[in-house]
């Protein structure tokens, strides 16, 4: 009688390739892979949660979402990065902003949220200004280009040169510095617009 059981193909290893069914397929060790998404945390993970945060115009937990998405991407990767490298930072911030990218036109695409966030966010009455500011700032914030926020977010936030940030956005630097003009002046009509002047 013949068994009608099926067993899955059998493994093997040759050098550092795994053969299944005729397939290869580099072996992840874990070790290694723990070591890298570690590497890319400490050298680069501030400064992306620093700027998602700032072109999601404050909400930290969507962007400490996006960035664990993007060193899921650089971990796919890591065949070929090096969290030491010069050209990871930049790789990752460019990640970072297609998925902010991507992020918000899905948001776009459907309905928006009813939720009630006026109750979780109420504050006592001796931050009751600094919240309000703040509030109206991200306001004003989302009713800039994505571009006028990237802007703002290196200049100001982040406190970059123009140089830097030509560098890090791939843009020449009188592109950043009229950029900049502009961001500023869009930002101050939208905070005149709520009655807010700074």
């Known amino acids: ?59 930290s937990h969507r962007a400490q979402d996006l960035v664990q998405e993007a060193v899921l991407r650089a971990w796919r990767h890591s065949d070929i990065l090096d969290p030491d490298a010069d050209g990871v930072r930049p790789w990752l911030i460019t990640v970072v902003r297609n998925l902010v990218i991507d992020n918000h036109r899905a948001r776009q695409a459907r309905p928006p949220e009813t939720v009630d966030n006026e109750l979780s966010e109420m504050p006592g009455p001796e931050h009751m200004d600094r919240v309000l500011n703040r509030k109206v700032v ?29 560098r890090a956005l791939g843009i020449p630097k009188g592109t950043v510095k009229s950029r900049t003009h502009n961001a500023l002046n869009a930002l101050r009509n939208a905070l005149a617009a709520r009655g807010f002047t700074p």
């Open 138 to 166: 991200r306001e004003a914030l989302g009713d800039l280009t994505l571009q006028h926020r990237e802007i703002l977010l290196h200049v100001q936030f982040l406190d970059h040169s123009v140089e830097q940030t030509a």
């Open 1 to 59: 009688m013949t068994d009608t059981t099926r067993t899955p193909p059998r493994e093997t290893v040759r050098g550092d390739r795994a053969t299944r069914a005729g397939r290869t397929a580099p072996l992840r060790d874990r070790e290694q892979d723990e070591a890298f998404v570690r590497a890319i945390y400490d050298k680069h993970g501030v400064v992306l949660l620093r700027i998602a945060t700032g072109m999601l115009s404050g909400d």
